[in-house]
């Protein structure tokens, strides 16, 4: 197979106008700011910006062939991802049209092309013009997303706006784009895998191109992780080539926190009389990955199963990364999954509104042991499945990413949609939509799946019951089953402590929405002081009534900081405290809830969101949290108003014993009382391990005077620490304790060294100018005890120019801005904002 890849340089008009340099892969957006255009996700500028995407595009260029691609059999245009509505023109005529981002394009153009030098066009059509022709012809209802009827056109919906993106929807082309000129190519590799006394067998079949006769062979190579290379030849059968490998001793894939993740590697090279036609590579991990729904006490479980051993699935959900996705390069998406894996999380959701990502992201999650729920892109919409001109260009879709992705160790489930089974339910005045939206997700599209992966498992979607005659989220003992989103804490101004009362199997959605950081909010705006309500801040908030939300939730936690940045720091802080509380609530039930999948792991542009890590890449408090709360051997404090109960969590396929240790201290570090005892907790299981009634250790001290440390020990020492107060942050009594550091600095590594006189709580450290994730962040440090942590220097900073810029920051040193009278009345406030109390009712009315 020859090659023409037609990355680069191309020429970019809009609505017939004078081109200016443009490049693809890219985007109209990225082009137009290459050109002179301001930053869109500067200030107020998406406002004026979000014009750009109502108005037609060409992009062209010329490529030179030469013969020999002309003499092959097929030459093909081939494009992933092209976004969206496009005719594709080569000197003059049109080779096809493109109407489905998802999708791997190929177009026949061999009668096109001329040898030497050619021309191509791309020609993008408004996609508002196309989506509002479609909604006058077949009206589809419109939900709670910013435009109306774009379930009508296959691009990505979180384009088009969501409550945590800008509405700026690019076109360009998304992947990647090139010539391709062949006799004979690989159509498809499917790699099965067959797991049976300790041996793997792996099956291989490739389809070609087409049946061209005898003296077609292909050679399969396995390359195992320690270099040994397995070598196999076959002889096509028609249009089919078969392999088997018999790996004796399999290094198994694990995901984080339950063992290593090798990976083997498959060549694969097919020729024709002896010359190579084609050759492709894949990486797979040879492991099982079950989805276990059977019946139990409770409804029915919704666990994971790795290699025979159930897991508690830990993550969060994850959006594409930037608004304009070629800007993502493979360091950033592995900045993101290595931070997962930091974080101790073992799963991430691709979630259903934003995009089948691309190599690198699975890639890394490969490498990194973090499973992948794969939701197919369909969210909170109604769609036109019984359009079948539709249904055809969806299947294609389907068969494409099925396809690309099902071999990778990482794949763990395909998932139907995002929501939008819950939404079915209020179009039963539109039949066509009541009835083919369920059938597809729950029938067609788990047929398709079944055709081309038949491995790995399919859940219709998320939330979902999992079966089409029981609605999403049914919460009454003995009925429980699926997954299920809870948005009555954030949406429904719920506590944070309701948690408690919502007995779901697996949860894969929940947040709470934070603030990015100052480094952050310092790239979109100039004001030096910038207010939570003036109009940067909420162009840069798309949840309705967001702001006042977090308000609402820091005021339930702490007082009303007199400073913007105190502010900023108290919403991390909330954020990590409601994921954490939710998961232990849910971990300590491991027996009967199996997963914890927060709302989000990352932005797609500056703004404040659920995310744990915003666009800048400066990780929220949430994330270095999860480090400590995600522990697979972790210590947890279900605190009551008289009692705390000190809980064990146990992930591993062992059970564990040790002892645990707990101590009463004052902040200024004088004991208060203290106790121990051994304890034993089975795998995969929680234990209640100790309940201390406050009236029996706080002796004459108040709550509000002491901290709680409980310790979990065994033969190798410390397996897990930690700290809670037993009362509310606002309450408790801190100190202004004296925090002392001491820098250091080796090979471009800053070590900082804290020490404090008296309790410090959420210790706080940043430097102006460096960006790099610190070893930990917003931790407590006892009183007369140090702390050490590290962060990577940017170039050329010296230890002395640090040590000048860090700032220490900690719960104590922030100034309430009112009375607790005036907090109570502006949380009340808060509330009653028209959507905030609308969605409050809404939530009470449909999700209880």
């Not at 009389?273 to 991990?285: F, K, N, S, W």
């Not at 949430?622 to 995600?630: A, E, I, K």
């Not at 008296?758 to 962040?777: I, Q």
Request: one cysteine or more; proline letters at 5%.
């Amino acid at each position: 197979m020859n090659t023409l890849n037609l990355a680069g340089e191309w020429r970019l008009s809009r609505d017939g106008a004078a081109p200016i340099p443009g490049r693809l892969p890219g985007c109209t957006y990225l082009d137009f700011m290459a050109n002179g255009m301001e930053d869109p996700f500067y200030g107020e500028n998406e406002t004026g910006a979000s014009d750009l995407a109502r108005h037609d595009y060409r992009y062209s260029r010329t490529f030179w062939l030469d013969q020999e691609m002309l003499e092959t059999k097929r030459l093909e245009f081939v494009a992933d991802g092209i976004d969206t509505l496009c005719t594709v023109s080569v000197n003059g005529k049109v080779a096809g049209k493109t109407d489905n981002i998802n999708r791997i394009w190929r177009l026949d153009i061999k009668e096109l092309c001329v040898p030497g030098e050619n021309n191509i066009t791309l020609d993008f059509a408004n996609p508002y013009v196309h989506i509002e022709t479609k909604q006058k012809a077949d009206r589809l209802p419109r939900p709670m997303v910013p435009v109306g009827g774009i379930g009508h056109l296959r691009k990505t919906p979180c384009h088009f706006g969501w409550d945590w993106g800008p509405k700026l929807p690019p076109a360009g082309v998304a992947r990647s784009i090139g010539l391709e000129a062949f006799d004979l190519r690989v159509e498809d590799l499917r790699i099965r895998q067959e797991h049976e006394g300790g041996a793997v067998t792996v099956l291989a079949v490739a389809t070609l191109s087409d049946d061209q006769g005898v003296d077609v062979a292909g050679e399969l190579a396995l390359t195992c992780p320690d270099g040994e290379r397995i070598v196999r030849n076959a002889v096509a059968e028609g249009a089919v080539l078969r392999w088997s490998f018999r790996v004796e001793n399999p290094q198994l894939w694990w995901c984080n926190g339950l063992g290593e993740q090798p990976l083997y590697r498959l060549d694969l090279s097919v020729t024709r009389m002896g010359r190579e036609t084609d050759r492709l590579r894949r990486q797979i991990g040879l492991r099982t990955v079950e989805l276990d729904t059977g019946p139990d006490a409770h409804g029915r479980r919704f666990r994971f199963i790795v290699n025979g051993v159930p897991i508690f699935a830990k993550g969060a959900n994850w959006i594409p990364p930037d608004s304009f996705i070629t800007r993502a390069t493979r360091e950033t998406v592995d900045f993101y999954v290595e931070t997962a894996k930091r974080a101790n999380m073992n799963m991430l959701r691709v979630w259903g509104g934003g995009m089948y990502e691309n190599d690198d992201f699975y890639d890394a999650c490969d490498r990194n042991g973090i499973l992948v729920w794969q939701d197919f892109l369909f969210a909170c919409n109604p769609y036109p499945f019984y359009d079948e001109d539709f249904l055809a260009n969806v299947r294609a879709e389907v068969e494409d990413n099925v396809r690309r992705l099902r071999h990778r160790a990482s794949l763990a489930l395909w998932c139907g949609n995002n929501e939008t089974e819950a939404f079915v339910m209020i179009w039963k005045n539109r039949p066509k939509i009541f009835k083919s939206n369920p059938d597809f997700y729950h029938n067609i599209l788990r047929r398709w799946v079944a055709e081309a992966d038949g491995v790995t498992a399919y859940w219709p979607g998320s939330p979902s019951s999992g079966s089409i005659d029981e609605r999403p989220q049914n919460m009454k003992e003995g009925r429980i089953r699926g997954d299920a989103h809870l948005w009555q804490i954030w949406h429904g101004m719920r506590p944070i402590e309701a948690f408690r009362t919502f007995p779901t199997r697996f949860c894969s959605e929940y947040g709470m929405e934070s603030m990015p950081s100052m480094h952050t909010i310092r790239t979109f705006t100039d004001n030096p002081s910038p207010e939570l309500f003036d109009p940067v801040m909420r162009l840069h908030q798309k949840c309705p009534g967001g702001n006042e939300k977090i308000m609402f939730y820091l005021l339930a936690k702490y007082r009303n900081p007199a400073g913007f940045e105190d502010f900023v720091y108290l919403s991390q802080l909330v954020q990590a405290d409601t994921v954490r509380f939710a998961t232990d609530c849910w971990r300590r039930n491991i027996d009967r809830q199996s997963g914890a999948i927060f709302w989000q792991m990352n932005d797609c542009w500056p703004v404040a969101s659920w995310a744990g890590i915003d666009y800048e890449k400066q990780l929220k408090a949430v994330l270095y949290q999860s480090r400590h709360f995600n522990k697979m051997l972790c210590l947890s404090n279900d605190c009551f108003r008289d009692r705390a109960e000190i809980c064990i969590v146990n992930e591993y396929p062992s059970a564990f014993s040790g002892r645990l240790e707990w101590e009463l201290e004052d902040f200024s570090g004088q004991p208060v009382g203290s106790g121990e005892r051994d304890v034993t907790v089975g795998a995969v299981a929680s234990e209640r391990a100790a309940t201390l009634r406050f009236a029996d250790i706080l002796k004459d001290r108040k709550k509000t005077e002491v901290v709680l440390t409980a310790r979990l020990t065994d033969g190798s020492g410390v397996r897990d620490e930690k700290r809670w107060l037993l009362t509310p942050d606002r309450n408790a009594a801190l100190p202004q304790a004296k925090v002392t550091y001491a820098c250091s600095e080796n090979e471009g590594v800053a070590t900082v060294k804290l020490t404090a006189t008296h309790y410090a709580r959420h210790v706080f450290l940043e430097a102006d100018g460096v960006t790099a994730p610190w070893s930990d962040n917003f931790f407590d440090i006892p009183a007369g005890k140090s702390v050490s942590v590290t962060v990577n220097l940017p170039a050329g900073m010296s230890e002395r120019e640090f040590a000048n810029r860090l700032k220490v920051r900690t719960l104590a040193d922030v100034k309430p801005k009112n009375s607790r009278l005036k907090d109570r009345l502006l949380r009340a406030l808060m509330m009653l904002k028209r959507k905030n109390w609308i969605y409050w009712l809404l939530c009470r009315v449909l999700l209880g």
